[in-house]
């Protein structure tokens, strides 16, 4: 009820009595008392009902900028990380079931052994419902994009997904050629600049092919379901491990961190091993080609650790029934957001 409805209603009820005992003791000598007694209680009474419409204002929402962080960071110890999710999903209150069927189930981070295609996530991830999963290009010898893309549907979303992620890092690769044949000069600091574009554009192309082709680059995803088909996916070959995360409600709201699958006993940065040299110092990125490139939608996180939010829609069950070719997007709160292109690495 609105304030001036109360006052309204207060007036209505208050104001005849005290006029009528005003008249009553109006010939009395303690008139000039009473009167002052009932202008300080008419004086409370309106005071109170103000105090209290004020306070009865409807309390917005008060989680805003709140974040919950489901994962890994930078420096934590592997083995301590999965028997830690491999504790917390025991842990799952068997009783709940039912209701959390109703509601849609818990989240939860699957965590892969290996990297691998699309066609085999529907063997590991086919009877739960999928919101993300995460993937990245393992090059020997390069830092490579963390990449996320919204799957509702497991694998046609995953594939259409890495369709549009190839486009991007050709678009990137050519963005790098261009800007490699823009410098001028021949000392030793434009050399190098040129280096590193090549090297920029070597290794955008590199993914473009890669995603082209459907390659074996996921490695973790976003679930949700009931505690009993959680360990069910758990308990399969493929999977490293289940992070069961009740607390979270929103993804949109949510930081997913899952270990690389080279990562095995600390969090570092992905720089990958293989038969390729190591990188020379001029083949380290300048600041100039860390900024993303002109022709590169916000989207994929370029930072080594994958601290994304993910805003995709939440799945209810595990054959949404959307249509929507998925899309990229990285997290709306400033404080976790990553650059949106990716630069070559040492």
Known sequence: MRAGNLLRQLDQRLLPPLTRAVARLGDRSSRSGVLSWAAVLSAAAVLGTAVWAVDDTPVGDRTVGEVTRVGVADGDSVPGYLRSAAADLAALPATAEAAEAAEGGTYALVTLEAYLPPQRLATVLGDVGVSTVFGRVPLPG???????????????????????????????????????????????????????????????????????????????????????????VAARPDVRAVDPAPEVYRLDRTVFTPPLPEQRDVVRPPADTGPSPAPTQSERPAPVITAPSPSAPVGESSEPAPVVTIPSPEPSKPEPTESAPPSFTTSPDATVAEPSSSSPSS
């Open 142 to 232: 390069r830092q490579t994009e963390i990449v996320k893309i919204p799957a509702l549907r497991v694998p046609d979303d995953v594939v259409a997904g890495m369709e549009q992620v190839a486009a991007r890092k050709e678009t990137e690769a050519a963005d790098y050629r261009a800007r490699a044949a823009a410098v001028d000069g021949d000392g030793v600091g434009e050399r190098e600049l040129r280096e590193q574009y090549a090297s920029g554009a070597e290794v955008a192309a590199a993914e473009a092919a890669a995603y082209r082709t459907g390659c074996a680059c996921v490695y973790a995803a976003v679930v949700r379901a009931t505690p009993v088909a959680l360990r069910g």
